[in-house]
């Protein structure tokens, strides 16, 4: 068995997927920079080391979570990614 | 740039090394099974999603920790884990 891992923008943001004891899930991290993530399922996203700002699509606020808060994205959505520190994340897709 | 990804256990465990605020880190996942883990350095070891039952070396009590909580291993030792779910864990390496 091996767990799948990707990469985003150019190897600065990398990923691991597993099944979480509730949904499906990933664990990753992100290098200091600025993103731009796309959504297809909803996602409960938690951060687990360092901070994440973001803003929502359709949103002007932009806003800072740290480690162990969480920020929902809404499916077929996107949101926007300051980073400043490198960080890592927890992702659980709603099915 | 690109993030270092290791597997450990023929794939049934995978990390991601970052640099944290504070420490350098991995975040990984575990595949549910038994496994023997050996330290070089002291780790702070913390549960992000599921849960790890852990024996240190030279010690008799299994105890299992679940997300959000974090134990320690010192250095140059070893603890053997029980999975029972896929585990996301954080883990910290002092210096």
Known sequence: MSFQTNEYFDGNVASIAFQSDTLPATVGVMEIGEYT?????????????????????????WKTYNAGETFEVEANSSFDVKVTVQTAYLCLYEK
């Open 37 to 61: 993530f796309g959504t297809e399922a909803k996602e409960y996203m938690t951060v687990v080391s360092g901070s994440l700002t973001i803003k929502l699509l359709n949103t002007t606020e």
